[in-house]
């Protein structure tokens, strides 16, 4: 299984367009960009590629990196920075089957497939497979089980991909706090790799109008406002959850530059061999 990472910023990237921080012109000088998010998991054994998340980068993202395009992908729920570039496949693949999952969200109405069959309609050559959450699928020769994460006020899910024949592993949290359910938990347990999304460090806590939550024995808070993890939860999960390398994505361009590039922050086009 080789994972490449596509796409490792939040929903602005970094650099963030028209902003002159620190952190952004460091990631200019440096020439390093984390657009939005997105990974590409290919199985070596049978050359099929599989996408986690349409970044709205996604042209970029496939012509600047050597990846393969995709044939099938995984849609883990529906914010803009993690749905939007589907429209990119329209005149690039015959057929792609997109696979999200059938819950249906107490609050839109709709669950993710559903979502996506409306919004991209006009797409008559992708295919929308629902998936129930807990129950393993085969996409690329690959197992793949979605899991429910936090992320309100819209359903998310984290992913489990596994290789039934070399028993690899990657686990992605999704965008979620650090309060995943123990049911999740269990599912996304000892990959080879885990991508945990880390939005800011713990100190920016104290600039959200509500704050942290989740805080450690330290007082450090784990979860920053009510959507996402900091650097501190994100690294802590990697370790309940006993991976053997746990990379940071989904980053903003929030943390000071002395951090921002430092371990264990993913940059785009980082790639792994499980």
Do not use: W
Request: one cysteine or more.
């Amino acid at each position: 299984m080789r994972v490449t990472l596509l796409g490792t910023g939040d929903t602005t990237g970094t650099p963030t367009v028209g902003c002159d921080c620190e952190t952004c012109l460091a990631a200019r000088e440096r020439g390093i960009e984390r657009t939005r998010f997105s990974v590409h998991v290919e199985n070596e054994r049978t050359g099929e590629s599989l996408l986690v998340d349409f970044s709205p980068d996604f042209r970029h993202q496939f012509l600047t990196q050597d990846v393969a395009l995709p044939d099938e992908a995984l849609v883990t729920h529906i914010h803009f920075d993690h749905l939007d570039g589907l429209g990119n496949v329209y005149r690039l693949l015959d057929d792609l089957s997109v696979h999200a999952a059938d819950e249906v969200d107490p609050v839109t109405g709709e669950s993710v497939a559903d979502a996506i069959r409306s919004k991209f309609a006009y797409l008559d050559r992708i295919s929308v497979e629902d998936q129930t959450p807990f129950e393993s699928f085969r996409a690329c020769g690959l197992d793949v089980t979605f899991v429910p994460v936090v992320h309100p006020p819209l359903v998310c899910y984290g992913v489990a991909i596994e290789d039934p024949e070399t028993g690899a592993k990657l686990s992605l949290s999704g965008d979620t706090t650090y309060d995943i359910p123990e049911a999740s938990r269990d599912v996304l347990r000892d990959p080879d790799l885990l991508l945990a999304e880390a939005i800011v460090p713990a100190s920016v806590c104290e600039y959200h109008p509500i704050g942290g939550d989740d805080y450690d024995e330290n007082g450090v808070a784990r979860t920053f406002g009510t959507k996402h993890m900091t650097r501190e939860g994100a690294i802590a999960l990697g370790e309940e959850l006993n991976a053997d390398e746990t990379r940071l994505v989904h980053v903003a361009h929030f943390y000071p530059a002395d951090e921002a590039f430092e371990e264990p922050l993913a940059v785009d086009g980082e790639v792994y061999e499980l």
